[in-house]
C-alpha cells in the first residue's frame, strides 16, 4: 500500500477502532514479537513540558553515541515526525510498508474476534516496529494522552518514568481535577525503575508520590535536586522550559549513573542542539517576527503569556489564534487577550472548523480590536499589516511581534507555507 493510500486508510479508523485499555496493544504486539522489548526506554507523560522533554532526552542520549528512536504526537505537517531514529524521521515508504503489515495483522485480529485497534494504537505499534528493524539502543516514548490507559503503556521494564507538569486537559478522559489527572498519569510507573516528576502543585506531588510508595518505585522530584539547571543552554525559550530542563537534566542525571554513556560534554551538547518546532518557535516571514507556540490549553496559553508578558512591551504583539470547538476556547484565549502586550487578533480557521464567532465573542469582552481572515497564511500577513501600520506609533527601538497560537493544528498548516517562504 502507498503511503497517501495508507494514511487514507488510517485516518477512517476512529470510525471503527475499540478502545479497551491496553488489551489491543498488548495483543497485536504479542503477533508482532514484541518490539517494544527491543531496547531501553524512556517513557514521559504529562500535560505540557512532556514533548520538550522528550527532545532533550533524545538529544543528549543522541549526541552521547546511542542510536535513539523518538517517538511523539501530534504531528505538525506530516505523520512521519512523530516516529524518528537519530532525529531523522521515518521515510513514508517505511511508514506505509510497516502500516500496512499492523493493518493486515489487525485484520486476522478482527476476524478472530478481537477488537480494530484505535488510531493511535495503529501508530504507536509502527513505532515500535519501526524501532526494532533499525536496532535502537534507546526509545523516548511519549504518552499520547493520560498514562495508564494509553497505547505506550505496555513497557513492563523501562529505564527511567518522566512525568512533566500536569494541569486540567482530556478532562472528559483524564477527571477533572488535578490529582484525578496526576493519577492517570501515574499509571505509567513501574516498580523496575524510579519516576521522575517536573515541578508540579503540592497535590500532583502528593499523588504521584504516593503512587511511587505503592508500586513501590523510586521518586524523585526534580526540583528537590541541584543540577546546575541555569548553567546549561537549551534553544527552547520560555519561562517554563526551565522547570522541563530541570526534569531533563535530572532524568539525564540518573540514566548516566544506571549505564548510559552519557559525558558531561555530551550532555551540554545535546542539550544545546534540541530541536522542537512549534513551541516557542522563532521565525522571520514577509519582514515580521514571529513566536508559534502551541499553548493548546489553559496552562500552555498561561506560560506563553508569562513569557511574552516579562519580554515584550505593551501592545507590540499582533496575535493570530485559532483552536478546535472541542477545546476549553475561554480558558485558551481569555490570559492571551487579557496580556497588556497583545494589542489586537487576527482569528482564522483550522482543520475545516470554523469557530471565529466564538472567538470574536470572547475577545470582545477587553474592548480591544480583531478581525477575521479564514485563511491561516493570510492571517499572519494581515498581522503583518497591521504590525506596520502601527509602527510609526511605536517607541525607539520597541520590537513587534506576531504570535501565532491556540492549536498545534494552526501551526501544523502554517509551518509549510512559512518555511517555503521565510
Sequence with gaps: MEYDSFIRWLEEVPLYGHKDGTRNMEKLMARMGHPEREAKVIHVAGTNGKGSICAMIASVLRESGLKVGLYTSPHLVSYTERIQVDGVQIPKTDLARIGTKVKEEIGKMVAEGENHCTFFEILTAIGFLYFAEQKVDAIVLEVGVGGRLDATNIIDDPALCVIASISLDHTKVLGDTLEAIAGEKAGILRASCPVVLAENPLCV????????????????????????????????????????????????????????????????????????????????????????????NPAGASMLVQYLRRTFEKDSIVLVFSALGKKDVRGILSPLRDCAAVREAVFTCIDGENNTEQFVSIWSESGKPCRVVEKPIEAVREAGRLQAAQGDGKPSGARALTVCAGSLYLLGELLPDLEKQA
Design 205 to 296: 506531588q502528593e499523588v504521584v508520590k504516593q503512587k511511587a510508595a505503592q508500586i513501590p518505585c523510586g521518586y524523585l522530584y526534580a526540583p528537590d535536586f541541584d543540577v546546575a539547571a541555569d548553567t546549561y543552554e537549551i534553544p527552547l525559550v520560555g519561562d517554563y522550559q526551565v522547570q522541563n530542563k530541570q526534569a531533563a537534566l535530572v532524568s539525564l542525571r540518573y540514566l548516566q549513573e544506571h549505564g548510559f554513556p552519557i559525558t558531561e560534554e555530551s550532555l551540554r551538547e545535546g542539550l544545546k542542539k534540541t530541536a522542537w518546532p512549534g513551541r516557542m518557535q522563532r521565525l522571520s516571514f514577509e519582514g515580521q517576527e514571529l513566536l508559534l507556540d502551541g499553548a493548546h
